[in-house]
């Protein structure tokens, strides 16, 4: 079959690779009819993560089971299934304390596994035309409807980036008329706005220097801030003393609170640096996070920070090691949220919203593209180029 295969850095090619078979009873093979390329992918593909050339990228995945094992009890034959990009045993300590993003079992190689990642076990990715599931009965959210209907775009975004925007604002303790600052309008960033608005907050500001990113953080409502244009957290202040829909409703000592309740990282240690965007800061994100959450706010950062970084430009980055004003966060007395999406916790729960009409995450998708794309469709991606906010891969449909 065909597959996307990391060759090395800025290298990916469509390849023909072995059929993946049934290799525990408790597998499923399913055949793919979306998957999609992730911000996170770039880290890999840009070469700075520790993964290994011939690795089957793709941890976005949805399609219809083809096959199951032996063992597999509730997921048949012919059933449409979306996958967390996490792979849990479902019955481990952390599985079952609900944090399928540090399963235990899953992976031989360490904490917690996923398809086609650095550092996330020996399992091969589905960008390409099948792909083999571990524990399926677990892992396989089932999904109403056929595949390439008016779904198809909405359920592929349940294996990642729907639930990971989501989690972040959990992780951001966002609740009903809070202020929110999303860093990144990616994917990621988007869907973190879309769910903090979801959740009921009063404002959401979204930065990034994407004009097209921030347009769509626009469109649902949300308010851009480019970074390019002045510093993202004076802006933000400016616009809650100015424009926040409360703020006549103030008492005095409140402007001591100029900033906003709820911060989210949705960058990651990649982040560009403000004053000068064609280099890396990777600690940009962090930093105007700690001064734009007010005291007693909270943060959720699910942008990415590596522990090996072989493009770092320091030793100490190399290993993942920065330096932050960590007495901030003590003495604003903040709290920080991070790590992987346990995927699972939500995707039930918001496949169930899409269905019912309250939450279409599809806006954000920009690309459809067949699987022989794949080459060049990284390489756009890559570098943001206009139209390239998020790809999916349709592995179903041949090339023009
Ligand atoms: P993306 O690369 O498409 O988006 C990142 C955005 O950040 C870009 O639009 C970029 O212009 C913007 N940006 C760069 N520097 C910035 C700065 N200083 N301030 C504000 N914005 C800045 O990626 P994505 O798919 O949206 O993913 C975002 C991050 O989330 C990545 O690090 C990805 O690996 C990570 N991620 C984490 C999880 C998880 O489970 N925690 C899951 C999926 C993705
Ligand atoms: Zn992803
Ligand atoms: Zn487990």
Known sequence: MKAVVYKGANDVRVEEVDEPRVEQPTDAIVRITSTGICGSDLHMYEGRTPVQPGTVF?????????????????????????????????????CERGFTNACLFSNPEGVSA???????????GGQAERLRVPFADFNCLKLPGAPHDHYED???????????????????????????????????????????????????????????????AEGIGAIPV?????????????LRSAASPVADARRPGEEKMPGV????????????????????????????????VNPTGAIGVVGVYMTEDPGASSEAAKKGSYTIPWAKVFERGLRIGSGQCPVKRYDRMLRDLVIAGRAKPSFIV??????????DAYDQFDHRRPGFTKVILKPETKAA
């Open 261 to 292: 309740m709820c911060g989210i990282d949705a960058v990651g240690y990649q982040a560009k640096d403000e004053s000068s965007p064609d280099h890396e800061r990777p600690t940009q994100v962090i930093e105007d996070l700690l001064r734009v």
């Open 58 to 94: 793709g941890h976005e995945n949805m399609g219809v089971v083809e096959a199951v094992g032996s063992a597999v009890r509730q997921i048949r034959e012919g059933d449409r299934v979306v996958m967390p990009f996490n792979i849990a045993c479902g019955t481990c300590l952390n």
């Open 226 to 238: 480019d970074f390019t244009k002045g510093d993202p957290v004076e802006t933000i202040f400016e």
């Open 114 to 124: 996923g398809y086609g990642y650095a550092q996330m076990g020996p399992f091969r």
């Open 366 to 375: 920009s690309q459809r593209l067949p699987l022989d794309a794949a080459r």
């Open 154 to 216: 909405d359920f592929v975004l349940l294996s990642d980036v729907f639930p990971t925007g989501y989690h972040a604002t959990v992780l951001a303790d966002v609740q009903p008329g809070m202020s929110v600052a999303v860093f990144g309008a990616g994917p990621v960033g988007l869907l973190a706005a879309y769910s903090a608005i979801l959740r009921g907050a009063a404002e959401v500001y979204v930065v990034d220097a994407i004009p097209e990113r921030l347009d769509r």
